[in-house]
């Protein structure tokens, strides 16, 4: 079918919509390809999903639901664009700007008081975290540098990253030694089908059910483990104690935006071990004011404004000397003040660590200075990869990114595989006793010791994403050429039984003459730093987990951003998802456009994405237009890098607007000077005529609007008719384009 489903998403992403949808719809007309558009951003998940609250002008359709049937289909054929995984105070701001707007959409409930409360926090479960992530994707991720993005960052190398000190770096990753995740994973593989429930048993011997007829597949691999709440907040205390003492700078780094259960709760503890004396000395109050330390130090300090001011200048004193009794804190924003320990979601583990590596071990202090980090990352599944690459770079130095091979990346994702499929199996003990997993049989599956306030979670990976997880792998490892090496632990549980199945699964593929390893992470990571060092590639087999986490860690160090990476998922049934990046730095992206009205948001990962998504148009269906545009495309973008037109980050010089216009010129280009269909060659001749006749006019007019202030009626649900007008300020662009 000739068809591709565009995502409406969130932020500057979604900006960037604004301006360059136009042009790809345009361009695929001619071509005979119709582009529909589907919502999933925030905003848009919440109104879809209170509908009964709504007026019928207001509902709009669950496009999410549609597009999870879509993608099961083999005509599937979806570029997602990144979007917001909410924590809760930003579902919170997103619901504030809506009943601002007129919708009558409910305030999420922080503590459950009714039975309307709990259905309202169930409710609002389907929107929080990654809600969009594991029901798009239906296969298994195959990420990478696009040839032509990796060529010239070669040839053209950031120079974002910073030296490693040669008198040594004093930077570590810490990690909790038992009573963690990792230490107490147990893990089972289903030899026949079964529906399982959760329950938590009480040492009184009392039974509560957590978790109901939950299905589960023949040779499906299923996992449990508990985070032992007192030997996290152990942990924290120690290490903020060796922090102070050695003068680093610590910092927290947490994924409590796809992990929207645990996480925060892990990060809430640790705001309960930097603040203990303020807590001891001020817990009355501080529930009576309805703090939730998951939320970080920010929403103390927004709580705190409704107290008296006596007692609020007290509290703020008592955090200002816990601050100076602590080591200092890594900042986010040291200008505003806004310190690791502020927002949960402000401290993305795949986003951070990347940085602490490009920086030379070092994070930004209240002084606006670069420091050595005490990195903590509490549980050990994959602490020992962050601390394998530091140690080599104390070792050997900063990466070069004119000579780094490359880590590609085939993972495991399917079907919620793994740890990013646990949200509504994850618990907080309510008391001391034994969650277990039940057979509908009666057999206790698995079960787990538990202390009040633990955290409980059951993951899963099924069998079938597990054989396509590992063909693909294969068949990258044949068409690149270059070693395939499988992260797994024989010591973890949950590894094992994966291992087992990847030695299960090999031998009916052809692998010969091919090098496939299975190494536990670290010594993966050692692997894989070796050959980069050499200018050498090599290909990742992930699961879910790490699979996030290198696919921003080595692109940043070789690209310089993670959204510049090719990310291809081939659906089970045939179709393609086609994601266009990270939209981990979206925010100040849009908080500069509001301000002086530039985006600086490249929309490379959107380009690149865009010809796999053509040649699979191409491939099913023989379209000669698809091909070429396919291939002028892939043109196009080696000259929009050559030639420099990626966004400015400063106002008053070209930006996103102006990248897609020069995209749009060399896409032109190219199809002009293709032979294989006059048609598209006539037509697309004059396109490229009048956009670079007008270069100048159009330049002017995308540049003259730089510097003031942009109104689009809204963050999270933007006006659509502002939105365009704000990000399509050129007159004789827009005829050009309306005119293909």
């Known amino acids: 079918m000739n068809r591709i489903t565009w995502t409406k998403s969130d932020e500057a992403p979604s900006l960037a919509s604004y301006s360059l949808l136009p042009v790809v719809e345009a361009y695929c007309k001619a071509a005979g390809i119709d582009i529909e558009v589907r919502d999933i951003s925030l905003a848009g998940r919440i109104i879809a999903n209170f509908p009964d609250q709504l007026t019928n002008e207001q509902k709009q359709p669950d496009d999410l639901a549609y597009l999870g049937e879509l993608v099961k289909q083999p005509e599937a054929n979806v570029i997602k664009l990144p979007n917001i995984s909410a924590s809760i105070p930003q579902l919170e701001s997103a619901i504030k700007e809506l ?75 810490a990690y909790m030694q038992e009573g963690d995740f990792y230490g107490s994973e147990k893990s089972v593989t289903l030899e026949k089908p079964s529906s399982v429930k959760i329950e938590f048993v009480c040492e009184d011997g009392s039974k509560k059910t957590l978790k109901d007829s939950l299905p589960l597949l023949e040779g499906e691999v299923v996992d449990s483990a508990v985070m032992n709440v007192e030997a996290l907040e152990q942990f924290y205390s120690e290490k903020m104690k060796f922090a102070k003492e050695e003068g680093l700078l610590l910092s927290l780094h947490l994924k409590a935006t796809m992990m929207k259960v645990s996480d925060p709760i892990m990060f809430g503890h640790c705001v309960k071990v930097f603040l203990k004396d303020v807590i001891d000395k001020h817990s009355e109050t501080l529930d009576s004011l309805g703090v939730n330390l998951n939320y970080g130090l920010e929403n103390i300090f927004s709580k705190l404004e409704g107290l008296e001011p006596s007692k609020r200048h007290e509290i703020e004193t008592d955090i200002r000397k816990a601050y ?37 071990g070092k994070m930004w202090n209240s002084d606006d200075e670069l420091q050595d980090t005490l990195a903590l990352i509490p549980d050990r599944s994959y602490a020992c990869v962050y601390q394998q690459i530091i140690e080599d770079c104390k070792e050997n130095g900063q990466f070069n990114p004119a000579e780094m ?36 049989s009666g057999e206790v599956l698995m079960s787990q010791k538990v202390s009040r306030g633990d955290i409980f979670r059951m993951c899963q990976a099924k069998d079938a994403p597990i054989k396509s997880w590992v063909e693909l792998a294969v068949s990258r490892a044949r068409e690149e050429g270059v070693p395939a090496v499988f992260w797994l632990d024989e010591k973890r549980a949950h590894d094992r039984e994966i291992i087992a199945k990847v030695k299960k699964y090999l031998p009916e593929f052809d692998t010969s003459g091919l090098t496939i390893e299975i190494l536990e992470p670290r010594e993966a990571m050692k692997y894989s730093l070796q050959r980069v060092r050499r200018g050498e590639d090599t290909i990742s087999v992930t699961g879910n987990v790490l699979r996030d986490y290198l696919t921003d860690l080595f692109p940043i160090l070789e690209l310089g951003t993670s959204a510049r990476m090719l990310s291809i998922v081939p659906l089970m049934n045939g179709g393609g998802l086609y994601e266009t990046g990270a939209g981990g730095s979206a ?45 002028a495309l892939n043109n196009a973008i080696s000259d929009y890098l050559e030639n420099g037109k990626t966004p400015s980050r400063k106002a008053g010089e070209p930006d996103n607007r102006a990248s897609t216009y020069f995209l749009a010129m060399y896409w032109a280009k190219h199809l002009a000077q293709q032979k294989e269909d006059s048609e598209m060659a006539e037509r697309f001749a004059k396109v490229f005529s009048r956009l670079s006749e007008n270069e100048s006019r159009i330049m002017e007019d995308l540049l003259k609007v730089q510097g003031s202030a942009s109104d689009i009626g809204g963050y999270y649900k933007p006006d659509d008719k502002l939105a365009e007008k704000a990000m399509r300020p050129s007159e004789i662009l827009n005829e050009i384009i309306e005119g293909v």
């Open 99 to 173: 009943q601002e707007k007129g919708y009558n959409i409910p305030s999420y409930p922080h503590k459950i008081k009714t039975q309307q409360d709990r259905k309202l926090i169930d409710r609002f479960a389907a929107v929080l975290g990654s809600a969009v992530n594991p029901v798009l994707r239906e296969g298994n991720s195959d990420r990478r540098p696009a040839k032509a993005v990796k060529q010239f960052a070669k040839k053209h190398p950031h120079g974002m990253v910073k030296p490693w000190p040669e008198n040594g770096s004093r930077a570590d990753v």
């Open 324 to 360: 100076e009794n602590n080591p200092s804190l890594a900042m986010v924003d040291s200008r505003k003040g806004i310190t690791n320990l502020h927002v949960p979601n402000n401290i993305i583990i795949d986003a951070s660590m990347p940085n602490v590596v490009r920086d030379g």
């Open 405 to 440: 091979g490359s880590v590609s990346n085939v993972g495991l994702m399917a079907k919620k595989a793994e740890e990013y499929g646990s949200h509504d199996k994850t618990f907080e003990a309510e008391a001391s006793g034994t969650i277990q997993v039940v057979s509908d």
């Open 587 to 631: 925010p100040k992206h849009v908080a500069q456009f509001l301000r002086e009205n530039h985006l600086r948001w490249d929309s490379l990962g959107e380009y690149c994405a865009l010809v796999p998504s053509l040649e699979k148009i191409a491939q099913k269906t023989g379209s000669k237009k698809a091909a070429s545009l396919a291939d």
